[in-house]
T-cell receptor, first 114, second 117 residues
Framework: GESVGLHLPTLSVQEGDNSIINCAYSNSASDYFIWYKQESGKGPQFIIDIRSNMDKRQGQRVTVLLNKTVKHLSLQIAATQPGDSAVYFCAETRDSGGYQKVTFGIGTKLQVIP | GAVVSQHPSWVICKSGTSVKIECRSLDFQATTMFWYRQFPKQSLMLMATSNEGSKATYEQGVEKDKFLINHASLTLSTLTVTSAHPEDSSFYIC?????????????FGQGTRLTVV
């Protein structure tokens, strides 16, 4: 039967433009945040991470911004390409009995228009 | 980077049968692995935490007798969906963290698509 739940929001971006994907997290005790990219039928792929003692981190074409005051995370993708089309999840982690427990956000589907 | 492998990638089974999914860490030892379930167009939901040599820790609402987890070695965890029903059809994903790594990044398997008919 059909599953009940939130459906992924979609962001459509023209090829070459910059993309900004936002995420709100819930637990102020989370100390490590990760952005994952998931292509259809595949497992999540690590993109970039950031620790709670930082507010910005840059990678190749990607930047993650962390605002702990409002518990908000964003992923910026520069010069978006068709290969960037996927679902993007933010994840928060916190220590739970000696291991890092990962909790995923809802996710955003990025569609790149050629 | 570290590699986590799942097997099988696809499985179709009849209602009432059991299905076993394997999750292996290929180049590191993982004392802890995690099992997630993902329904179409939804996020990954943590089902349970698999601990090597001890019982798994299940999230609220996940039936431990329905989803049997065995973590018999430092490189292998298995998830068995017992007496599967069509509502168990989903994408099951495992992950593992390398405790010797420089950060706590979790590496994910490629997922297993289970279809119960």
């Amino acid at each position: 039967g059909e599953s009940v739940g939130l459906h992924l929001p979609t962001l459509s971006v023209q090829e070459g433009d910059n993309s900004i994907i936002n995420c709100a997290y819930s637990n102020s005790a989370s100390d490590y945040f990760i952005w994952y990219k998931q292509e259809s039928g595949k497992g999540p792929q690590f993109i970039i991470d950031i620790r709670s003692n930082m507010d910005k981190r840059q990678g190749q074409r990607v930047t993650v911004l962390l605002n702990k005051t409002v518990k908000h995370l964003s992923l910026q993708i520069a010069a978006t390409q068709p290969g960037d089309s996927a679902v993007y999840f933010c994840a928060e982690t916190r220590d739970s009995g000696g291991y890092q427990k990962v909790t995923f956000g809802i996710g955003t589907k990025l569609q790149v228009i050629p | 980077g570290a590699v986590v492998s799942q097997h099988p990638s696809w499985v179709i089974c009849k209602s009432g049968t059991s299905v076993k999914i394997e999750c292996r860490s290929l180049d590191f030892q993982a004392t802890t692995m995690f099992w997630y379930r993902q329904f179409p167009k939804q996020s990954l939901m943590l089902m349970a935490t698999s601990n090597e040599g001890s019982k798994a820790t299940y999230e609220q609402g996940v039936e431990k007798d329905k989803f049997l987890i065995n973590h018999a070695s430092l490189t292998l965890s298995t998830l068995t969906v017992t007496s599967a029903h069509p509502e168990d059809s989903s994408f099951y994903i495992c992950s593992a963290s390398n405790p010797q790594g420089l950060n706590t990044e979790a590496f994910f398997g490629q997922g297993t698509r289970l279809t119960v008919v």
